[in-house]
């Protein structure tokens, strides 16, 4: 438990840092592009290539990667629904955020203190199937929308061809099923590289933060967060009568509980979303997921 606080200290941190350096003027809101284009091009890929170090394809997981995959794919028309009849950003920003979860950085550190050893298995196949939309899937069903542009198959793949986290995603996988390991030195520079992903993710969340919003901008932000957290939960009730093991079910919740990753604020600017906006609904994601975990731990 008090790792698991230093953690969450650390990234506040973090946080606090980028806003501060903003405040001082040594960063202006614009830098957090920059920043962005480095998170998802070098150091995302980097930090899964290093997470995938130990991960073995287990099949027995795979009912993890399909609940993953539809309580995403559930969030994202939610989202779209929900925001329908506004502007295409608007749409967007909706959409992106209402859906995937960040595992890495967040659910990793609850399922070593909390569950058995195994539970690590499930959470990467929860994973498997999340890490798509959180590459970049959502942003390619979304994206057409925000230049008015329709929604077609050629578009989704194209966009996923050219996203570099989710092509290593599939490439590890591939390898993984085929039971094929790379050289440890890849692995070693990787993680190096990879450890930077979330103190810049952090920094740059700092930089884009800015509690200064108008009524309306107050009254979307809290129905984002409504609409995550409100659907989140459904979907947690829902999963957790389903007939599985009670390790599943676990894993499932907690993961669905998770905040919105940080590279979401990646995509939510290539879409032109308002910065206020979905930086600060990335940082109060992470108090609210905080809240509603530890009172789960206790009950799981």
């Known amino acids: 438990m008090e790792a698991i606080l230093s953690k969450a200290a650390g990234l506040a941190l973090m946080i606090f840092a980028g806003f501060g350096l903003k405040r001082l003027g040594v960063f202006r809101q614009e830098d957090a592009k920059a920043l962005s284009r480095v998170v998802v091009n070098l150091t995302l890929p980097a930090a899964l290539i290093g997470s995938f170090r130990v991960f073995r394809f287990d099949p027995r997981f795979l009912t993890l990667a399909v609940i993953a995959a539809a309580s995403n794919l559930a969030m994202v028309l939610a989202g779209l629904w929900r925001s329908r009849?506004?502007?295409?950003?608007?749409?967007?920003?909706?959409?992106?955020?209402?859906?995937s979860y960040?595992?890495?950085?967040?659910?990793?550190?609850?399922?070593?203190?909390?569950?058995?050893?195994?539970?690590?298995?499930?959470?990467?196949?929860?994973?498997?199937?999340?890490?798509p939309f959180n590459s970049g899937l959502t942003y390619a069903l979304v994206s057409p929308r925000t230049g008015k542009e329709t929604v077609r198959l050629s578009f989704v793949l194209g966009r996923l061809v050219r996203s570099v986290p989710f092509m290593t995603y599939l490439s590890?996988?591939?390898?993984?099923?085929?039971?094929?390991?790379?050289?440890?030195?890849?692995?070693?520079?990787?993680?190096?590289?990879?450890g930077?992903?979330?103190?810049?993710?952090?920094?740059?969340?700092?930089?884009?933060f800015d509690i200064r919003v108008n009524?309306?901008?107050?009254?979307?932000?809290?129905?984002?967060?409504?609409?995550?957290?409100?659907?989140?939960?459904?979907?947690?009730?829902?999963?957790?009568?389903?007939?599985?093991?009670?390790?599943?079910?676990?894993?499932?919740?907690?993961?669905?509980?998770?905040?919105?990753?940080?590279?979401?604020?990646?995509?939510?600017?290539?879409?032109?979303?308002?910065?206020?906006?979905?930086?600060?609904?990335?940082?109060?994601?992470l108090a609210i997921s905080l809240c509603l975990t530890f009172p789960l731990l206790l009950l799981l």
């Not at 009849?85 to 859906?99: E, V």
């Not at 595992?103 to 999340?130: H, K, R, W, Y």
């Not at 129905?223 to 939960?233: D, N, Q, T, V």
């Open 102 to 131: 960040n595992i890495g950085c967040f659910v990793l550190p609850f399922t070593q203190s909390f569950l058995p050893p195994e539970a690590l298995i499930g959470v990467s196949m929860f994973d498997a199937g999340n890490c």
């Open 172 to 194: 590890l996988m591939l390898l993984s099923v085929l039971d094929i390991t790379l050289p440890d030195f890849v692995y070693q520079t990787a993680s190096t590289i990879g």
């Open 85 to 99: 009849g506004q502007s295409p950003d608007t749409r967007a920003l909706y959409a992106l955020n209402a859906s």
């Open 215 to 285: 009524r309306e901008d107050r009254r979307q932000l809290v129905e984002i967060l409504a609409l995550r957290y409100g659907g989140s939960l459904l979907m947690c009730v829902l999963v957790w009568l389903l007939p599985l093991p009670l390790l599943f079910r676990q894993v499932a919740v907690l993961a669905m509980l998770a905040p919105i990753p940080s590279v979401t604020m990646v995509y939510c600017e290539k879409c032109g979303c308002a910065p206020s906006l979905y930086g600060v609904a990335n940082s109060l994601s």
């Open 196 to 208: 930077a992903n979330t103190f810049l993710a952090m920094l740059m969340i700092g930089i884009l």
